[in-house]
Structure formats: C-alpha cells, structure tokens
C-alpha cells in the first residue's frame, strides 16, 4: 500500500501511514490515546516529559512495519518461501498477496497495541483490584480462554482490554473489515495464545527487543531530558532477518552485525527505569495516584460515603472509553480528582465517622495536584538502601540471629518486595505498610521486582578441570539470542556480552523496594531526618525478630 500520509516525527523522522492507518487514527477510539500519558505521573518530576500513547502508537506502527520489511528483504530466499507460505496457510489467503499482508498486519499490529490502555496508563490499572477485573467482566466468555492461558493468572488489564475493543469496537469493526478482514488476523494475534506467524507477528511487538521498546526508549529519553535512551535505531531494524528454529517456529531477530546497538539497547533501557520510571519522585507520585484511584473505587461501593460519586468501576470497562462520544482520558481523571479535593476541603478537620478516609485522600490529593512535602522516602537512593542493609546485616550477625552465615549477597529487603508480589505473599499484618502506619501517618509500599533486564532462563553449565573431573555451575543465561551473520546459527546476547549479562546482577543488588511516609501534617524539613531514622529502626527490628525469625524472607 502506497502511503496517503506522512507526519514529521523528532524521533523516527518521519512516519508513513496508509488511508487504511490514517481512517484508523481518527477514529474516537484511537483520538483518545492523545490524552493517556505514556509514563503516568513522570511530567511531575520532568517537566517535558508528556509524551502520548497516541504518538508512541504511530511510532510503535512505523518500526513494527520496517521491521517486518527489512526480516523479508535480509533473509535468504529458501526461509522466506517457507515462512510466506505458512503465513499464506495461516491467514487463509493467496499466495500473491501474502507479503502485503504481512507488513500491513505487523503495522496494524504497532499501531493498536495500547489501546486498551486506562488514564494515567499502568498507574490507572494497577489501581484496580483482581476482584474489580472479574467484576468487570464477568460475563465476557473470552476472559476464561485468557486465564486458562496463563495458568490460572489474570491477563494484563490493557492487554484484555485492547483485544476487546479490536473484537467489539464498531468503529474499527467498519475499518478492519472493509475490503479485506484484518479483525481476525488481529485478534489472534492479540489473543490468550497466539499460535504460527501470528506469534511471529507478536513478537515484533511483545519480546526483548521489540517494536514497542525500541519506539518507547528514544522518545521518552528525548522528551523527558534525561539524556538516556538514545542508540541507533535503524541499524537495529536494519539487521532483522527471519530464523526458523528446530522445532519449525519462526523468530525475527537481528544479526550479530548488529551487537554493538543491542548491547547500547539494553544498557539504556536499564538506564531508563533506574533513572526515569523508578526515580524516587516519580514512584512517589505514581504510587500515590494509583492508592488514592484504588481507595475511590472501594469508596464507591459504600453508599453514605461522601466520595462515593467522584468515581465508578465501570467507568473503567473498555465499553465505557468512549461515553455519549467523548473519551475517558487523563482529562477526566483529574477533573474527577478536583472534585474529590473540593469535597474533601469542605470536610477536612471535622470530626465525623469518615474522616479518616478524607485525611487520607485530602492529603494524597494535595501531593499529586499541588507537589506539596507530605511525604519523604524512607530511601531516597542507592547509597542509603545498601548501607541500611548493611547495618541490618552486622546487627543480625552481631546478635546471632539464627542462619546469619546465610544472608544472599542482595539486599535483604529486595528478597521482601519479591515476597511481597510472588505466588506465596507476605501475610498482609506483616508488610511494612501495616507495621509503620500510626496516627500520624500511613505509608505508601511499593515494590518494582517483577522488572529485568532481559529474560532469562536458569541451566546449568559444566566446566571441564581435568580429564578426570568436571564442574557444575548454575548461571543464567537470556532468552534473547542474535543470529550469526556467518554461520546462520543462533547465539545468546549473554554470552556475546558480559557488559549485558552483568545487567541482571546489577538489578539484583539495585533498589527494588520503594517506602514513603506520608504525614497528615506537613512537617518542616527539620522534622524529616528524625521522622525516617524512628521508621528505619521499626523496620530493623521488624525484621530481626519478625520476618526473619519467622522465616519469611526466604524465596
């Protein structure tokens, strides 16, 4: 398809759209990404980073389709024949149109990839409980095809949602289905389980190095300031070719000419979450959005609640998005915000059965709208996160605390934030947030462990000494691999490059926990350094004679 369009992008350059992508766009479902920030609450603490979903999306849709195209053109004849005519078996159509489809479907793919996204992004759906989902869509049939898939898990919120407006939307319904049926092609794609090309074309989109993080990286690395993400994205696009492993799997994946840029790939990205997404103001502002959305929610369902109208469950339903043709966007979120601050500056101080609930809110309300101090970070950096675990470690020793031989080499506490979001949760009476809440104040946990650097997979690897004798080491080795351009055989980025596989281990002893006392009353700055120290020796003692002793830290 010739391009109808073409929209000049500080990024990419320029993004090329056909009147299929440019219909697409302007429909109220898509517009409404204009409004959904990319990073949450992040502009709080960079002032220029606003970046869209709907500009990530287009971006997202322009290397989706390079990609795609450059995998064809690189790969040797005998791969592509074979990989075309799987697709031309896959999408149930003719072999002459096949390549055209194949580019167009990944491009799609990028372009409609976030569209089930809530406000404020993963702040709006982490506000959401696993029995708020269920209620949500309770009677919706292909949610159980989902969780079935997952093991018993529930699907990402945006990643249910998106399928269904791409099922259900009539917009798009008239767009993907006029001249040729894109929809079905979709929602396999997007389904609980893609299966042949179309868990190719998923992977363009959903991997280690994909469509979505290498759109996402540049721009908010550019908008925000922080002068991280930047590598060379077309030599990167540029190396893709098509490799079909043992089991007849088609994979896109560059080539090792291309190792310099994948390695520069995953080192800025690391730079990014340790530096922009898990700065410790802007968890700060997304944790306190996120709790104070959840606590309207759960607000909502109580009658004589004097916040019980500012917001509903439904309004988060994907049929809800666009309501009487207006969108449900940040816009709305933070106008429903005000109206909560209204009320609760009206009710604030007074003495009645909710007003613990408004001393809450009113002062959540006052960190997120007006940036004001009501609340510090037991650990504003790396330097005081280890030297307490440190301190910790020598008082156990010190005190003989029953297996103080075997403290792991990570910090303690990181072995707490994965307990606290593993399969087997910490009880709920014993998580920090419960332990140091008083009168005075409550507390905001939480944890960022389910990040990694890349995905990796544990085996074990047996190192010759003698002829006589062999070492078994456990490591770790990434799921992503290269191609070599030589030999044609695949060869896994942690063993191309140690700055890469050291990657894993620095997040292990990086910053994972993340706690903020959050007081009713503003304290001034002399107050804080004693407020944090009385709260880091609660811990201390907390997990000496507690979580330790009760072996509950153990993974």
Same mark, same amino acid.
């Given at each position: 398809?010739?391009?109808?369009?073409?929209?000049?992008?500080?990024?990419?350059?320029?993004?090329?759209?056909?009147?299929?992508?440019?219909?697409?766009?302007?429909?109220?479902?898509?517009?409404?990404?204009?409004?959904?920030? =990319?990073?949450?609450?992040?502009?709080?603490?960079?002032?220029?980073?606003?970046?869209?979903?709907?500009?990530?999306?287009?971006?997202?849709?322009?290397?989706?389709?390079?990609?795609?195209?450059?995998?064809?053109?690189?790969?040797?004849?005998?791969?592509?024949?074979?990989?075309?005519?799987?697709?031309?078996?896959?999408?149930?159509?003719?072999?002459?149109?096949?390549?055209?489809?194949?580019?167009?479907?990944?491009?799609?793919?990028?372009?409609?990839?976030?569209?089930?996204?809530?406000?404020?992004?993963?702040?709006?759906?982490?506000?959401?409980?696993?029995?708020?989902?269920?209620?949500?869509?309770?009677?919706?049939?292909?949610?159980?095809?989902?969780?079935?898939?997952?093991?018993?898990?529930?699907?990402?919120?945006?990643?249910?949602?998106?399928?269904?407006?791409?099922?259900?939307?009539?917009?798009?319904? =008239?767009?993907?289905?006029?001249?040729?049926?894109?929809?079905?092609?979709?929602?396999?794609?997007?389904?609980?389980?893609?299966?042949?090309?179309?868990?190719?074309?998923?992977?363009?989109?959903?991997?280690?190095?994909?469509?979505?993080?290498?759109?996402?990286?540049?721009?908010?690395?550019?908008?925000?300031?922080?002068?991280?993400? =930047?590598?060379?994205?077309?030599?990167?696009?540029?190396?893709?070719?098509?490799?079909?492993?043992?089991?007849?799997?088609?994979?896109?994946?560059?080539?090792?000419?291309?190792?310099?840029?994948?390695?520069?790939?995953?080192?800025?990205?690391? #730079?990014?979450?340790?530096?922009?997404?898990?700065?410790?103001?802007?968890?700060?502002?997304?944790?306190?959005?996120?709790?104070?959305?959840?606590?309207?929610?759960?607000?909502?369902?109580?009658?004589?609640?004097?916040?019980?109208?500012?917001?509903?469950?439904?309004?988060?339903?994907?049929?809800?998005?666009?309501?009487?043709?207006?969108?449900?966007?940040?816009?709305?979120?933070?106008?429903?915000?005000?109206?909560?601050?209204?009320?609760?500056?009206?009710?604030?101080?007074?003495?009645?059965?909710?007003?613990?609930?408004?001393?809450?809110?009113?002062?959540?309300?006052?960190?997120?709208?007006?940036?004001?101090?009501?609340?510090?970070?037991?650990?504003?950096?790396?330097?005081?996160?280890?030297?307490?675990?440190?301190?910790?470690?020598?008082?156990?020793?010190?005190?003989?605390?029953?297996?103080?031989?075997?403290?792991?080499?990570?910090?303690?506490?990181?072995?707490?934030?994965?307990?606290?979001?593993?399969?087997?949760?910490?009880?709920?009476?014993?998580?920090?947030?419960?332990?140091?809440?008083?009168?005075?104040?409550?507390?905001?946990?939480?944890?960022?462990?389910?990040?990694?650097?890349?995905?990796?997979?544990?085996?074990?690897?047996? #190192?010759?000494?003698?002829?006589?004798?062999?070492?078994?080491? #456990?490591?770790?080795?990434?799921?992503?691999?290269?191609?070599?351009?030589?030999?044609?055989?695949?060869?896994?980025?942690?063993?191309?490059?140690?700055?890469?596989?050291?990657?894993?281990?620095?997040?292990?002893?990086?910053?994972?926990?993340?706690?903020?006392?959050?007081?009713?009353?503003?304290?001034?700055?002399?107050?804080?350094?004693?407020?944090?120290?009385?709260?880091?020796?609660?811990? #201390?003692?907390?997990?000496?004679?507690?979580?330790?002793?009760?072996?509950?830290?153990?993974?």
């Amino acid at each position: 398809m010739l391009s109808e369009k073409i929209i000049r992008d500080p990024v990419l350059g320029y993004i090329h759209l056909n009147n299929l992508e440019v219909n697409i766009i302007n429909t109220k479902i898509f517009l409404r990404l204009q409004h959904i920030k =990319q990073s949450s609450t992040a502009y709080l603490t960079y002032p220029s980073h606003y970046v869209n979903r709907f500009v990530h999306s287009l971006g997202a849709m322009e290397l989706s389709g390079k990609i795609a195209f450059y995998a064809l053109e690189n790969s040797p004849t005998t791969v592509v024949n074979k990989f075309l005519d799987k697709c031309t078996n896959d999408f149930a159509i003719g072999r002459e149109n096949v390549k055209e489809v194949f580019v167009q479907i990944a491009k799609l793919a990028g372009l409609l990839h976030d569209l089930g996204h809530p406000p404020f992004s993963h702040q709006g759906e982490s506000a959401l409980s696993k029995d708020d989902i269920l209620k949500l869509y309770d009677n919706d049939n292909d949610l159980q095809n989902f969780v079935k898939a997952k093991g018993g898990r529930l699907p990402k919120f945006h990643e249910f949602s998106t399928y269904c407006l791409i099922r259900d939307n009539e917009e798009l319904l =008239q767009l993907l289905t006029t001249g040729f049926d894109y929809k079905t092609l979709l929602l396999k794609i997007f389904g609980h389980c893609p299966e042949g090309t179309f868990s190719t074309i998923h992977k363009i989109i959903s991997s280690d190095i994909d469509a979505d993080r290498a759109d996402f990286l540049l721009r908010d690395g550019m908008t925000s300031g922080i002068g991280f993400g =930047q590598y060379d994205i077309m030599r990167l696009v540029e190396s893709m070719v098509l490799y079909e492993d043992k089991n007849g799997r088609f994979h896109i994946v560059p080539t090792t000419s291309a190792l310099s840029t994948i390695e520069s790939f995953l080192v800025e990205r690391y #730079k990014m979450y340790k530096w922009l997404y898990y700065h410790p103001h802007v968890v700060l502002t997304d944790a306190a959005l996120s709790y104070l959305l959840r606590k309207l929610l759960e607000w909502s369902k109580i009658a004589a609640h004097p916040l019980r109208n500012v917001l509903k469950l439904e309004d988060f339903h994907y049929g809800s998005y666009i309501n009487n043709e207006l969108p449900f966007d940040d816009a709305v979120i933070i106008q429903k915000l005000k109206q909560a601050f209204g009320v609760c500056k009206n009710l604030y101080g007074q003495t009645n059965v909710w007003q613990d609930d408004i001393g809450l809110a009113y002062t959540l309300l006052r960190i997120f709208l007006f940036r004001e101090k009501f609340a510090k970070a037991v650990f504003k950096n790396i330097s005081e996160y280890r030297s307490f675990d440190l301190d910790l470690k020598q008082e156990m020793a010190k005190e003989r605390v029953p297996y103080s031989d075997f403290f792991p080499d990570e910090p303690l506490l990181n072995n707490y934030s994965k307990r606290t979001s593993g399969t087997v949760p910490l009880p709920e009476e014993q998580r920090f947030d419960k332990i140091l809440t008083n009168d005075d104040s409550f507390v905001l946990e939480t944890e960022r462990s389910s990040f990694e650097p890349y995905s990796f997979e544990r085996y074990e690897r047996r #190192k010759p000494i003698t002829s006589e004798e062999a070492v078994t080491k #456990k490591e770790y080795r990434s799921k992503f691999f290269l191609i070599d351009k030589k030999s044609g055989k695949q060869l896994f980025i942690s063993e191309l490059s140690q700055t890469v596989k050291q990657l894993l281990e620095a997040w292990r002893n990086d910053m994972q926990l993340f706690l903020y006392i959050v007081r009713f009353k503003k304290p001034n700055s002399e107050e804080w350094p004693s407020i944090i120290e009385e709260n880091r020796n609660k811990m #201390k003692k907390h997990i000496i004679n507690v979580l330790w002793n009760k072996d509950l830290l153990r993974l």
